[in-house]
Protein backbone atom coordinates (compact mmCIF):
# COMPACT_ATOMS: atom_id res chain seq x y z
CA UNK A 1 0.00 0.00 0.00
CA UNK A 2 1.16 3.55 -1.05
CA UNK A 3 0.72 6.06 1.76
CA UNK A 4 -1.36 8.85 1.30
CA UNK A 5 -1.06 12.69 2.21
CA UNK A 6 -3.23 12.84 5.11
CA UNK A 7 -1.95 9.71 6.50
CA UNK A 8 1.75 11.39 6.30
CA UNK A 9 1.34 12.96 10.39
CA UNK A 10 0.65 9.37 11.77
CA UNK A 11 3.52 7.90 10.00
CA UNK A 12 6.07 10.53 11.47
CA UNK A 13 4.23 10.07 14.74
CA UNK A 14 4.96 6.31 14.41
CA UNK A 15 8.72 6.68 13.44
CA UNK A 16 9.24 9.57 16.11
CA UNK A 17 7.78 6.64 18.50
CA UNK A 18 9.76 4.06 17.63
CA UNK A 19 13.19 6.03 17.80
CA UNK A 20 11.92 6.74 21.15
CA UNK A 21 11.77 3.44 22.05
CA UNK A 22 14.81 2.57 20.21
CA UNK A 23 16.66 5.48 22.67
CA UNK A 24 15.04 4.03 25.58
CA UNK A 25 15.75 0.25 24.77
CA UNK A 26 19.73 1.21 24.22
CA UNK A 27 19.54 3.32 27.67
CA UNK A 28 18.25 0.06 29.34
CA UNK A 29 20.83 -2.18 28.27
CA UNK A 30 23.52 -1.97 30.79
CA UNK A 31 26.69 -3.87 28.77
CA UNK A 32 28.21 -3.12 25.72
CA UNK A 33 27.73 -6.82 24.14
CA UNK A 34 24.18 -6.47 24.58
CA UNK A 35 23.78 -3.59 22.47
CA UNK A 36 26.17 -5.86 19.71
CA UNK A 37 23.18 -8.31 19.97
CA UNK A 38 20.45 -5.12 19.25
CA UNK A 39 22.81 -4.29 16.06
CA UNK A 40 22.96 -8.02 15.47
CA UNK A 41 19.07 -7.87 14.94
CA UNK A 42 19.01 -4.82 12.28
CA UNK A 43 21.89 -6.99 10.54
CA UNK A 44 19.96 -10.19 11.05
CA UNK A 45 16.65 -9.02 9.48
CA UNK A 46 18.20 -7.56 6.31
CA UNK A 47 20.40 -10.34 5.61
CA UNK A 48 17.50 -12.87 6.09
CA UNK A 49 15.24 -10.71 4.38
CA UNK A 50 17.46 -9.92 1.15
CA UNK A 51 18.17 -13.99 1.21
CA UNK A 52 14.57 -15.17 1.75
CA UNK A 53 13.60 -12.47 -1.03
CA UNK A 54 16.11 -13.63 -3.50
CA UNK A 55 15.46 -17.12 -3.35
CA UNK A 56 11.49 -16.58 -3.29
CA UNK A 57 12.32 -14.23 -6.63
CA UNK A 58 14.08 -17.00 -8.27
CA UNK A 59 11.79 -20.04 -7.76
CA UNK A 60 8.89 -17.83 -8.98
CA UNK A 61 10.69 -16.82 -11.97
CA UNK A 62 11.20 -20.45 -13.11
CA UNK A 63 8.26 -21.79 -12.10
CA UNK A 64 6.25 -18.67 -13.92
CA UNK A 65 7.84 -16.78 -15.98
CA UNK A 66 6.96 -13.18 -17.73
CA UNK A 67 7.56 -14.81 -21.35
CA UNK A 68 5.24 -16.98 -22.17
CA UNK A 69 5.97 -19.55 -25.18
CA UNK A 70 9.08 -18.54 -25.80
CA UNK A 71 12.73 -17.99 -23.46
CA UNK A 72 13.82 -15.17 -21.37
CA UNK A 73 16.73 -13.57 -23.22
CA UNK A 74 17.23 -11.07 -20.68
CA UNK A 75 15.56 -9.26 -18.04
CA UNK A 76 16.28 -7.30 -14.68
CA UNK A 77 14.25 -6.65 -11.39
CA UNK A 78 13.77 -3.29 -9.19
CA UNK A 79 16.25 -3.12 -6.59
CA UNK A 80 15.04 -2.98 -2.85
CA UNK A 81 17.75 -1.23 -0.57
CA UNK A 82 18.98 0.60 -3.70
CA UNK A 83 16.23 2.48 -5.32
CA UNK A 84 14.52 5.40 -3.22
CA UNK A 85 10.49 5.46 -3.42
CA UNK A 86 7.75 4.94 -0.99
CA UNK A 87 6.89 1.74 -2.12
CA UNK A 88 10.44 0.24 -1.45
CA UNK A 89 11.31 2.80 2.11
CA UNK A 90 8.21 0.85 3.66
CA UNK A 91 9.79 -2.40 2.81
CA UNK A 92 12.63 -1.57 4.65
CA UNK A 93 11.23 0.33 7.39
CA UNK A 94 9.27 -3.01 8.32
CA UNK A 95 12.37 -4.65 8.27
CA UNK A 96 13.79 -2.38 10.00
CA UNK A 97 11.47 -3.15 12.86
CA UNK A 98 11.69 -6.44 12.23
CA UNK A 99 15.65 -6.34 13.26
CA UNK A 100 14.86 -3.98 16.11
CA UNK A 101 12.18 -6.49 18.10
CA UNK A 102 14.73 -9.49 17.14
CA UNK A 103 17.35 -7.51 18.71
CA UNK A 104 15.44 -6.92 21.33
CA UNK A 105 14.70 -10.48 22.25
CA UNK A 106 17.43 -11.62 22.17
CA UNK A 107 18.94 -9.03 24.30
CA UNK A 108 16.22 -9.47 27.06
CA UNK A 109 16.04 -12.70 26.23
CA UNK A 110 12.29 -12.90 25.69
CA UNK A 111 10.68 -15.40 23.07
CA UNK A 112 7.82 -13.40 22.35
CA UNK A 113 9.60 -10.15 21.60
CA UNK A 114 11.61 -12.19 19.07
CA UNK A 115 8.85 -14.20 17.63
CA UNK A 116 6.73 -10.71 17.29
CA UNK A 117 10.44 -9.68 15.21
CA UNK A 118 9.72 -12.62 12.86
CA UNK A 119 6.47 -12.61 11.83
CA UNK A 120 7.06 -8.70 11.17
CA UNK A 121 9.97 -10.17 9.37
CA UNK A 122 7.18 -12.52 6.82
CA UNK A 123 5.26 -9.39 6.58
CA UNK A 124 8.20 -7.63 4.73
CA UNK A 125 8.62 -9.99 2.77
CA UNK A 126 5.11 -11.16 1.69
CA UNK A 127 4.80 -6.84 1.06
CA UNK A 128 8.64 -7.03 -0.95
CA UNK A 129 6.72 -9.85 -3.53
CA UNK A 130 3.11 -7.93 -3.79
CA UNK A 131 5.09 -5.15 -4.74
CA UNK A 132 8.00 -6.61 -7.18
CA UNK A 133 8.80 -5.11 -10.16
CA UNK A 134 10.67 -7.19 -13.17
CA UNK A 135 11.27 -7.06 -16.73
CA UNK A 136 11.92 -9.49 -19.38
CA UNK A 137 12.53 -10.18 -23.04
CA UNK A 138 12.42 -12.45 -25.47
CA UNK A 139 13.12 -12.89 -28.84
CA UNK A 140 9.76 -10.62 -30.04
CA UNK A 141 8.65 -9.75 -27.40
CA UNK A 142 9.17 -7.34 -23.84
CA UNK A 143 7.21 -8.47 -20.47
CA UNK A 144 6.64 -6.23 -17.61
CA UNK A 145 5.00 -6.74 -14.60
CA UNK A 146 4.29 -4.31 -11.65
CA UNK A 147 4.02 -6.60 -8.60
CA UNK A 148 3.29 -10.50 -7.86
CA UNK A 149 0.14 -12.14 -9.15
CA UNK A 150 -0.63 -8.44 -11.14
CA UNK A 151 -0.98 -8.16 -14.94
CA UNK A 152 1.70 -9.28 -17.39
CA UNK A 153 1.97 -6.32 -19.81
CA UNK A 154 3.99 -7.05 -23.43
CA UNK A 155 5.06 -4.71 -26.09
CA UNK A 156 5.70 -6.18 -29.41
CA UNK A 157 9.21 -5.67 -30.43
CA UNK A 158 8.21 -5.15 -34.25
CA UNK A 159 6.40 -1.83 -32.74
CA UNK A 160 8.65 -0.16 -31.38
CA UNK A 161 9.87 2.92 -32.79
CA UNK A 162 13.25 3.58 -30.85
CA UNK A 163 14.20 2.70 -27.35
CA UNK A 164 16.30 4.74 -24.59
CA UNK A 165 17.67 4.08 -20.97
CA UNK A 166 17.14 6.90 -19.14
CA UNK A 167 19.09 7.87 -15.88
CA UNK A 168 18.59 10.21 -13.31
CA UNK A 169 19.61 11.34 -9.70
CA UNK A 170 16.87 10.60 -7.37
CA UNK A 171 15.80 11.90 -4.26
CA UNK A 172 15.44 10.17 -0.92
CA UNK A 173 17.41 7.37 1.51
CA UNK A 174 18.55 4.15 0.59
CA UNK A 175 20.15 1.29 2.64
CA UNK A 176 22.96 0.93 0.17
CA UNK A 177 24.12 4.55 -0.88
CA UNK A 178 22.63 6.90 1.52
CA UNK A 179 20.97 10.13 -0.50
CA UNK A 180 23.67 9.74 -3.17
CA UNK A 181 21.03 7.67 -5.48
CA UNK A 182 20.52 7.05 -8.97
CA UNK A 183 17.69 5.22 -10.60
CA UNK A 184 17.76 4.28 -14.37
CA UNK A 185 14.74 2.66 -16.29
CA UNK A 186 13.77 1.93 -20.14
CA UNK A 187 11.70 4.21 -22.42
CA UNK A 188 10.01 2.72 -25.04
CA UNK A 189 8.64 5.10 -28.02
CA UNK A 190 6.12 3.11 -30.01
CA UNK A 191 5.13 3.35 -33.43
CA UNK A 192 1.87 5.35 -32.16
CA UNK A 193 4.17 7.97 -30.63
CA UNK A 194 3.01 6.38 -27.37
CA UNK A 195 5.61 6.01 -24.90
CA UNK A 196 5.82 3.27 -22.37
CA UNK A 197 7.76 3.19 -19.28
CA UNK A 198 9.28 0.15 -17.94
CA UNK A 199 9.72 -0.17 -14.09
CA UNK A 200 13.43 2.09 -12.51
CA UNK A 201 15.86 0.37 -10.74
CA UNK A 202 19.45 1.12 -8.91
CA UNK A 203 21.66 2.87 -11.70
CA UNK A 204 24.75 1.65 -9.90
CA UNK A 205 24.06 -2.03 -9.61
CA UNK A 206 21.34 -2.84 -12.13
CA UNK A 207 22.52 -0.90 -15.58
CA UNK A 208 24.08 -3.08 -16.85
CA UNK A 209 20.96 -5.62 -16.85
CA UNK A 210 19.67 -2.62 -18.17
CA UNK A 211 21.74 -1.68 -21.04
CA UNK A 212 21.41 -5.64 -22.10
CA UNK A 213 17.77 -5.53 -22.19
CA UNK A 214 17.73 -2.33 -24.99
CA UNK A 215 20.76 -3.46 -26.44
CA UNK A 216 18.76 -7.30 -27.04
CA UNK A 217 16.05 -5.19 -28.25
CA UNK A 218 17.80 -3.32 -30.99
CA UNK A 219 19.18 -5.91 -32.50
CA UNK A 220 15.99 -7.73 -32.42
CA UNK A 221 14.79 -4.53 -34.64
CA UNK A 222 17.70 -4.86 -36.54
CA UNK A 223 17.53 -8.46 -37.40
CA UNK A 224 13.50 -7.92 -38.43
CA UNK A 225 14.26 -5.07 -40.71
CA UNK A 226 17.01 -7.06 -42.45
CA UNK A 227 15.02 -9.77 -43.07
CA UNK A 228 11.88 -7.98 -44.03
CA UNK A 229 14.43 -6.07 -46.61
CA UNK A 230 15.19 -9.85 -48.27
CA UNK A 231 11.30 -10.86 -48.94
CA UNK A 232 10.06 -9.82 -52.57
CA UNK A 233 8.91 -6.64 -52.68
CA UNK A 234 9.38 -6.04 -48.96
CA UNK A 235 11.15 -3.33 -48.26
CA UNK A 236 12.97 -2.07 -51.55
CA UNK A 237 11.25 1.30 -52.81
CA UNK A 238 10.13 0.93 -56.48
CA UNK A 239 12.43 1.28 -59.08
CA UNK A 240 11.74 3.33 -62.55
CA UNK A 241 11.82 0.89 -65.62
CA UNK A 242 14.01 0.67 -68.17
CA UNK A 243 14.14 2.58 -70.86
CA UNK A 244 14.50 -0.92 -72.84
CA UNK A 245 11.54 -1.93 -71.29
CA UNK A 246 9.54 0.96 -72.15
CA UNK A 247 6.64 0.05 -74.14
CA UNK A 248 6.08 1.60 -77.42
CA UNK A 249 3.49 4.20 -77.48
CA UNK A 250 1.87 4.87 -80.78
CA UNK A 251 1.77 9.07 -81.65
CA UNK A 252 -0.93 10.26 -84.47
CA UNK A 253 2.00 11.06 -86.93
CA UNK A 254 2.82 7.16 -86.75
CA UNK A 255 -0.38 6.15 -87.65
CA UNK A 256 -0.37 8.37 -90.82
CA UNK A 257 3.03 6.97 -91.79
CA UNK A 258 1.35 3.50 -91.72
CA UNK A 259 -1.53 4.68 -93.35
CA UNK A 260 0.37 5.85 -96.50
CA UNK A 261 2.68 2.98 -96.75
CA UNK A 262 -0.97 0.66 -96.84
CA UNK A 263 -2.00 3.23 -99.70
CA UNK A 264 0.88 2.65 -101.50
CA UNK A 265 0.91 -1.05 -101.73
CA UNK A 266 -2.33 -1.29 -102.89
CA UNK A 267 -1.66 0.88 -105.57
CA UNK A 268 1.30 -1.25 -106.82
CA UNK A 269 -0.93 -4.30 -106.87
CA UNK A 270 -3.77 -2.80 -108.55
CA UNK A 271 -0.78 -0.92 -111.76
CA UNK A 272 0.41 -4.53 -111.98
CA UNK A 273 -2.95 -6.38 -112.57
CA UNK A 274 -4.11 -3.60 -115.01
CA UNK A 275 -0.54 -4.04 -117.40
CA UNK A 276 -1.24 -6.45 -120.72
CA UNK A 277 0.57 -10.20 -120.98
CA UNK A 278 3.86 -9.60 -122.90
CA UNK A 279 3.92 -11.41 -126.51
CA UNK A 280 5.80 -14.52 -126.63
CA UNK A 281 9.33 -14.28 -128.61
CA UNK A 282 9.91 -16.70 -131.42
CA UNK A 283 12.98 -18.94 -130.78
CA UNK A 284 13.16 -20.45 -133.87
CA UNK A 285 16.37 -20.62 -136.25
CA UNK A 286 15.98 -19.64 -139.83
CA UNK A 287 18.05 -21.05 -142.29
CA UNK A 288 20.28 -18.78 -143.82
CA UNK A 289 19.75 -17.46 -147.27
CA UNK A 290 22.11 -18.75 -150.25
Not at 90 to 112: D, E, F, M, S, Y
Not at 137 to 142: E, I, L, N, Q
Not at 249 to 271: F, G, I, N
Request: positive net charge; contains cysteine; aromatic residues 6%.
Amino acid sequence: MILKTSSLPAVAAGAVVALGALGYALWLLPATHSRFWLLFGFVLAVGVHAAIGRTLKAIFSSVTPLASGAPEASGYQRSIYGTPGSATSQIVGIVLVAGLLLGLGITLGNGWVGSAGLLVLVVAIGLDLQRWERVAASADWVWFQRGFGQKVHQVAIENIRDISVQEDDAPGFTLRHGSRNRVCRLNLRMNDKRIVALPKTDAHVDLDAVETVANHIRSRQELMQELASRRPGGARPPQAPEPDSVPPVDTPADDADKEMQRALRRLRRQAASAQPAAAPRDETRRPPKS
